[in-house]
């Protein structure tokens, strides 16, 4: 609070006829002119124009006003300009207070000039109440660290972290997996291009046709891109600018530096187990390349099912093996955080016979077999016989749209579903696919040519609700009984795939409560808001991309990670983060410690400290006030609505 | 006896229900003079300190709105301010206060009619209600 008397002026704009034609801004003046600290009230035709603005800063100046008030249109409208005034005038921008006399008054009572008249005294009374006590806000400026942390080495992440490394940042990538590239890896071919996953078209830098394995091969020969595989995120601490991040990288066991991929360990490896990369679909050693394709090209050895025999110890003729090797503590300030943590396929146990019968088989596993660098080759196989499949039927919707697994629609099964569709019917013409379905949803741009080629290439489509699925032992096919238009129907098949939802990835929620950010129910994160900030969490500083939201495609991942290193690039470009303290203040003397404030903070900017006082960390401080509002001593306030700025107003408004 | 015109005080979020005011007066949507609009930064600020403020200063009723649910800015500054609403309703009843003196509502910021509506809507039923009894015992 200022020690100087206030001295209020107050301003009443007439904005041309729009306000006086209403309102009688004569009695208007005459009554600001009595109202306590007014030391000069006037009349003006248009504030907001140049010759205005001058007006009204050279009235500052001549009558030594520190408090102004203005009455005319929506604060919405021009707070901004009449502060840069203020700013000018060598006022705090924030001793300024609008009285809403248009918008509130003049255009909504226009059949009422009187009631009119009136309500524009209480309003510019409550205005000069509130002025005489708001206060002064400085500016924060807080160092920023030039550098940040990617959780996630998926498309949306590596994506992410490639365009900040070209922003300037140094950027960490960290990835629970001891490869890069995620689900695109493992998808075969993609839409809407109907290339291969590895060799996607993510325009970076040249303009040709680049592949994810080039791509990722950037990432991790960036000057500016540190790369951390088998490593999560253990501990986070501080805000925006300032976080100080533990990260845990789990031991690899083969050194990255001389491992050659020349593969003899693998082959003396006396161990083999079914490769998670091709869904079981193939056999891996514990000392194993999940895909010729994966990057980086460095062995991994798997310690849940080594043995520690020492057989690759030994054979290896570079010394890269080194069973002993323990995890590590790596400690990074970065001054952001983007999260692209990816999704993964519903595992559909006990449901269609899956678990029970190896010709039943998800999408996810459908896209490996039709890889042509994958487990088979690229042929269509059943997976019990190995021979190929004469009779196809997708199942839709399973573990979406589901009110028993999850409830939500996982965006891009249909299209999955209806590729996969395609592409067995170019390949093998003969074998008859039928896709059950719900809804078919491909409103992705260009997608609906997916439904429309399939529909030319005789796929069948079958709108109903799967009842039971049986096998025949017999005919060693599968007898899928539904109910379709209120008729039941059967149909044959000899290979089962399901099109499973999406969930999110393992270790999502965990780091959802070390990084202090919103899941929501389905266990998704959650953006601050729906429409306006897509990308931002409740966090300052924290950004989302890719599934970690909620299953997207490919160009919608890609948009999001743009998205989010550019908001990255935003809040850090300039060194600094900077901030109006309008932000929630502790009293220190009424505080008693109970927590309120903490627990009710939607965004962790309070913390009570070892001596039992509510602080706030400004940086990360969204101005909502709530905690203020549940205070139950008084302690907290909200600067520019504390609780007295607040009941001035009210009083104001009311009293006569 | 001159006819009773209630005041009213509304408390508006800056995010949705301001806007929508704004909206009002843009396309000149008129309602009851007797409105008296307040801004924050969120209805969340609100509190029972507040709208026991409004009620011994004699508004004869007190509106508050805020976003649509999920739509709140910050995250569930809306629910928490319709919690606080829900119990300072009952104690109102209790020192004498008629709790249909208060009421929240929640609208999206395209809402104008619905907006309108339930400021039309308060103001009828408060105009039935009669004046705030604070006020008669003041004597004023």
């Known amino acids: 609070m200022m020690e100087v008397n206030n001295r209020v002026g107050v301003f009443i704009c007439r904005c041309g006829t729009e306000i006086a034609k209403v309102i009688d801004t004569k009695s208007l003046k005459e009554y600001a002119e009595n109202l306590p600290e007014v030391v000069f009230a006037t009349e003006h035709d248009f504030l907001c124009f140049k010759e205005g603005l001058e007006f009204l800063k050279d009235a500052i100046e001549k009558y030594k006003l520190n408090r102004i008030v203005i009455a005319a249109c929506s604060p919405r409208l021009h707070e901004i300009t009449f502060r840069k005034v203020l700013e000018k005038a060598g006022l705090n921008p924030f001793l300024l207070e609008i009285a809403n006399i248009r918008e509130q008054c003049a255009w909504v009572h226009s059949d009422d000039p009187e009631g009119a008249t009136e309500k524009a005294k209480h309003l510019l009374k409550a205005a000069v109440l509130r002025a005489t006590t708001l206060e002064e806000i400085e500016e924060a400026s807080v160092p920023a660290s030039f550098s940040v942390l990617v959780i996630g080495g998926g498309i949306a992440g590596i994506t992410a972290a490639l365009k900040l490394a070209e922003y300037g940042f140094q950027v960490y990538l960290v990835e629970k997996n001891a490869t890069l590239g995620g689900k695109v890896l493992q998808l075969g071919t993609v839409f809407p291009t109907e290339d291969c996953g590895v060799c996607m078209v993510p325009y970076v830098l040249e303009r040709h046709r680049k592949c994810l394995f080039k791509y990722v091969q950037m990432v991790l020969t960036h000057p500016r891109i540190k790369v951390f595989t088998k490593s999560v995120v253990e501990n986070v601490e501080g805000f925006i600018g300032n976080f100080k991040v533990t990260i845990r990288k789990n031991p690899r066991y083969v050194d990255e530096e001389k491992c050659v991929a020349c593969g003899i360990c693998e082959e003396v490896c006396p161990i083999e187990v079914p490769n998670e990369f091709d869904l079981g679909l193939s056999t891996r050693k514990a000392i194993y390349m999940p895909s010729p394709h994966v990057l980086p090209r460095t062995y991994v050895i798997d310690e849940d099912c080594c043995n520690k025999c020492g057989e690759c110890v030994k054979i290896c003729p570079f010394n890269a093996i080194n069973l002993n090797e323990k995890p590590q503590r790596i400690e990074l300030n970065v001054g952001a955080i983007v999260v692209a943590t990816g999704f993964k396929e519903f595992k559909p146990k006990g449901i269609y016979g899956y678990g029970s019968y190896p010709d039943v088989i998800t999408q996810l596993m459908l896209a490996r077999m039709l890889d042509p660098s994958g487990p088979t080759g690229g042929r269509l196989v059943r997976v019990s016989d190995g021979k190929p499949p004469s009779k196809i039927v997708m199942i839709q919707c399973v573990g979406s749209r589901d009110p028993k697994t999850n409830p939500y629609c996982s965006n891009i099964c249909c299209t999955i579903a209806l590729k996969h569709a395609r592409n067995i019917k170019e390949l093998y013409p003969g074998v008859e696919v039928t896709i059950v379905y719900k809804d078919i949803r491909v409103a992705g741009k260009n997608y609906e040519k997916y439904y429309t080629i399939c529909e030319k290439l005789g796929v069948r489509f079958v709108k109903g609700e799967v009842l039971s699925v049986v096998r025949n032992p017999e005919s060693e096919m599968f007898e899928v009984e539904l109910e379709s238009y209120g008729k039941r129907m059967k149909l044959f098949a000899d290979l089962l795939v399901l099109s499973c939802g999406f969930t999110p990835s393992n270790g999502a929620r965990e780091l959802a409560e070390v990084l202090n950010i919103n899941l929501r129910q389905d266990g998704f994160f959650v953006a601050a808001h729906p429409k306006l900030a897509p990308i931002e969490t409740n966090v300052n500083g924290i950004f989302l991309c890719g599934a970690a939201q909620g299953p997207v495609y490919i160009a919608e991942a890609v948009n999001q990670a743009i998205a989010a290193s550019s908001k990255v690039a935003m809040s850090l470009a300039g060194g600094n983060v900077k901030t109006y303290l309008t932000k929630a203040i502790v009293n220190e003397n009424y505080c008693i410690g109970c927590r309120v404030c903490e627990m009710s903070c939607p965004f962790n900017a309070v913390k009570v400290s070892s001596q039992g006082i509510s602080r706030v960390i400004e940086t990360m401080c969204r101005e909502c006030g709530i905690c203020a509002a549940e205070c139950p001593a008084g302690a907290m306030q909200l600067r520019n609505y504390r609780d007295e700025q607040i009941n001035a107003t009210i009083t104001g408004v009311l009293k006569e | ?140």
């Open chain 2, 1 to 140: 006896m001159k006819k009773f015109k209630p005041t009213i005080v509304a408390f508006l979020c800056r995010w949705s229900a301001y806007g929508v005011a704004d909206i009002a007066g843009i396309s000149r949507t008129g309602y009851p003079s007797s409105i008296r609009i307040i801004k924050v930064p969120c209805s969340g600020r609100v509190s029972p300190l507040h709208i026991l403020q409004a009620f011994s200063n004699g508004a004869d009723g007190v509106l508050i709105f805020g976003c649509l649910e999920g739509g709140c800015h910050y995250i569930n500054g809306n629910l928490r301010a319709m919690n606080r609403v829900k119990q300072l309703k009952k104690m109102l009843n209790t020192v004498g206060l008629n709790s249909d003196r208060l009421e929240m509502h929640l609208v999206g910021s395209c809402n104008l009619n619905k907006l309108v509506n339930y400021m039309k809507e308060f103001t009828e039923k408060i105009r039935k209600l009669g004046p705030n009894p604070l006020k008669l015992k003041e004597g004023w």
